[in-house]
T-cell receptor
Framework: ETGVTQTPRHLVMGMTNKKSLKCEQH?????MYWYKQSAKKPLELMFV???????ENNSVPSRFSPECPNSSHLFLHLHTLQPEDSALYLC????????????????FGPGTRLTVL | LAKTTQPISMDSYEGQEVNITCSHN???????ITWYQRFPSQGPRFIIQ???TKVTNEVASLFIPADRKSSTLSLPRVSLSDTAVYYC??????????FGPGTRLSVLP
């Protein structure tokens, strides 16, 4: 148990559906992340939020829309996905880089296994 | 971003010390070396981080030579529960973590 929870753990959706993934942390962190892991590929960073503001978008298609209403919650809204978007989506949180030496430890949730039919 | 290279897999036996070496030839002055562990069906979990020389915590040691072009994660007396994938990352002060394929460690009885 890392203190980062994700719901749902599994999701099957059609290409015309709209769904959302939810991530929640009560670790007092102010940075949150979405990662994607496709089959047989390494984990890829998608989005970074610091203090509710998006600070990084790693060329992610617009059919993935993140939302960070507060520092404890992060959503990933999905619409008109493609079968190749089927993957494990992981959320993580950390303290944001401030006047601190070195990167801060990221705490990961268990992930949502998404299947797009 | 500095690229890392580590073995795809390793086997060990219970009670042995395991050393996993990671190469990062183009590491930059501001980069740190950080290692994560990942069990099946879970997200990665932080193990240890360092900048130079040696760092030790309750689960592992990290050895970094003076030129910093490689690093070695040392796991003392592994058990079956240490079977996992181990990721070496080189991270500039910041948040852009780039995960490679990692090293799949199998601990045998």
């Amino acid at each position: 148990e890392t203190g980062v929870t994700q719901t749902p753990r599994h999701l099957v959706m059609g290409m015309t559906n709209k769904k959302s993934l939810k991530c929640e942390q009560h670790l007092g962190h102010n940075a949150m992340y979405w990662y994607k892991q496709s089959a047989k590929k390494p984990l890829e960073l998608m989005f970074v939020y610091n203090f509710k503001e998006q600070t990084e978008n790693n060329s992610v298609p617009s059919r993935f829309s993140p939302e960070c209403p507060n520092s404890s919650h992060l959503f990933l809204h999905l619409h008109t996905l493609q079968p190749e978007d089927s993957a494990l989506y992981l959320c993580a949180s950390s303290q944001p880089p401030q006047n601190r030496v070195g990167p801060n430890e990221q705490f990961f949730g268990p992930g949502t296994r998404l299947t797009v039919l | 971003l500095a690229k890392t290279t580590q073995p795809i897999s390793m086997d060990s036996y219970e009670g042995q010390e395991v050393n996993i070496t990671c190469s990062h030839n183009n590491i930059a002055t501001n980069d740190y070396i950080t290692w994560y562990q990942r069990f099946p069906s879970q997200g990665p979990r932080f193990i240890i981080q360092g900048y130079k020389t040696k760092v030790t915590n309750e689960v592992a040691s990290l050895f970094i030579p003076a030129d910093r072009k490689s690093s070695t994660l040392s796991l003392p007396r592994v058990s079956l529960s240490d079977t996992a994938v181990y990721y070496c990352l080189v991270v500039t002060y910041g948040q852009n973590f780039v995960f490679g394929p990692g090293t799949r460690l199998s601990v045998l009885p």
